[in-house]
């Protein structure tokens, strides 16, 4: 019974503490766009680029 003394506000502060974490993302913009960065990934160019004309390879 005693330990509940000190697991309760400890777990009350645990919970303010991830409350606060996820509106600060959220406030930073860290959940504003979910979608594109993995389409992004799919729509890669790997190509090189070509070089400019005039120049000399090295």
């Given at each position: 019974?005693?330990?509940l003394?000190?697991?309760i506000p400890l777990s009350v502060?645990?919970?303010?503490?991830?409350?606060w974490l996820f509106f600060n993302?959220?406030?930073g913009?860290?959940?504003?766009?979910?979608v594109g960065p993995g389409l992004r990934v799919l729509?890669?160019?790997?190509?090189?680029p070509e070089k400019p004309a005039?120049?000399?390879p090295e």
């Amino acid at each position: 019974m005693e330990s509940l003394y000190l697991l309760i506000p400890l777990s009350v502060v645990v919970v303010f503490g991830a409350l606060w974490l996820f509106f600060n993302a959220s406030d930073g913009g860290q959940f504003d766009d979910l979608v594109g960065p993995g389409l992004r990934v799919l729509q890669d160019d790997d190509t090189t680029p070509e070089k400019p004309a005039g120049t000399e390879p090295e």
